[in-house]
């Protein structure tokens, strides 16, 4: 995983970068695109002072940061899809020192994540020079899950997570439920400036296969295991879906996260020959849901016990684990007049 890139300069404020009249997207923002030569679909983004934000605010140990920024990208690349008020959940839990991730996205531009960890298990791997990414998950599931509000029924895909990344777990997802060939890459690093200062930044990319005819399109059965001859495989052989994986693979991490590069500029460096069409991009931001009134709602729904229970120095005192806000409540608006 990169460790760091370095820009020269003083201020770190995003600037207005054009290339030729067209004004690029710029850091949190996801950039649509096509490729009708390969029928390949896909999204990219660069993520900055947004990420930045969420990860700075807990103070995380930095694998734990770097962990919960692919989480990030990976919602935001695939919660934009959405086509339909609700929300994209992505959601891990593992036996590892970093036993949670969660991060979700609302349509149509609000992330928000948050990792649980522990922090005694995370410094013994760093003392034994021992951090990757599938020491520190472990074993569990990923599971991704896409709710529509409450009077629709919810969707959810759960992979196992045993000895892969975040990315390759991904792959298996829409290998195995959505039957969609699909390719991505995920990049984090933090952008040190000549002032010192540091800030996170994350990129990826994401592409499908979706030609219009339905049996270009499908993915081979999965192959069986032993005693299975069947040529079954991870991606269809068509030849425009190959050509894009080998384009995919000569990304490098540095591209998919570098201010100067750009998704614009990345998407031309790939599929200049073939001819890319760039659609309007979409703005993130790093916004919570939680309130005052919601969390007034909840703590309603417990009893006169849970509540005493509650209680701190006079006054219940609730922190959202998402943004670290702090909402204050005096504990008699929640209990029985003759408590």
């Known amino acids: 995983m990169l460790e760091s890139i370095r820009v020269t300069g003083q201020d770190p404020k995003p600037r207005d970068v054009k290339l030729g009249e067209f004004g690029h997207a710029g850091d949190d923002h996801v950039v649509p695109f096509e490729v009708s030569a390969l029928d390949v679909r896909g999204r990219t983004v660069q993520l900055g002072a947004m990420l930045d934000a969420i990860l700075s605010r807990h103070a995380y140990p930095e694998p734990v940061a770097r962990l ?104 298996v997802y829409f290998r195995q439920s959505e039957q969609i060939p699909t390719d991505l890459r995920l990049a984090v690093a933090r952008q040190v400036f000549a002032g010192g200062e540091e800030r996170w930044r994350a990129g990826g990319m994401f592409a499908q296969f979706l030609p219009q005819a339905p049996e270009r399109m499908r993915m081979p059965d999965l192959n069986g295991g032993d005693g299975d001859d069947s040529e079954g495989g991870d991606h269809p052989q068509d030849d425009a879906w190959q050509e894009l994986l080998a384009l995919l693979a000569t990304v490098e991490p540095t591209e998919l996260i570098d201010p100067t590069v750009g998704a614009e500029r990345l ?38 016990e849970e509540i005493q229970d509650s209680v701190e120095d006079g006054r219940i005192r609730v922190e959202c684990q998402f943004c670290s806000k702090a909402y204050d409540f005096e504990p008699a608006d929640f209990l029985p007049a003759d408590t």
């Open 68 to 171: 919960l920024a692919q989480a990030c990208v990976l919602t935001v690349l695939l919660g934009t899809s959405l086509k339909f008020q609700g929300k994209f959940i992505l959601q891990t839990r593992t036996d590892g020192p970093v036993d949670m991730l969660v991060a979700d996205f609302s349509t149509p531009d609000a992330l928000r994540a948050y990792a649980k960890f522990d922090a005694e298990r995370v410094a013994v791997l760093e003392a034994e020079g021992r951090v990757d990414e599938i020491s520190l998950l472990g074993s569990g599931v990923l599971a991704l899950t896409i709710d529509q509000g409450e009077h629709m029924q919810r969707y959810q895909g759960i992979v196992a997570l045993d000895g892969i990344t975040l990315e390759e777990a991904a792959r």
């Open 267 to 304: 998407l031309y460096r790939l599929f200049h020959e073939h001819g890319v069409r760039v659609f309007e991009s979409a703005a993130v931001a790093d916004r919570c849901s939680c309130s005052q009134e919601r969390i007034e709602g909840m703590l309603r729904g417990f009893t006169a």
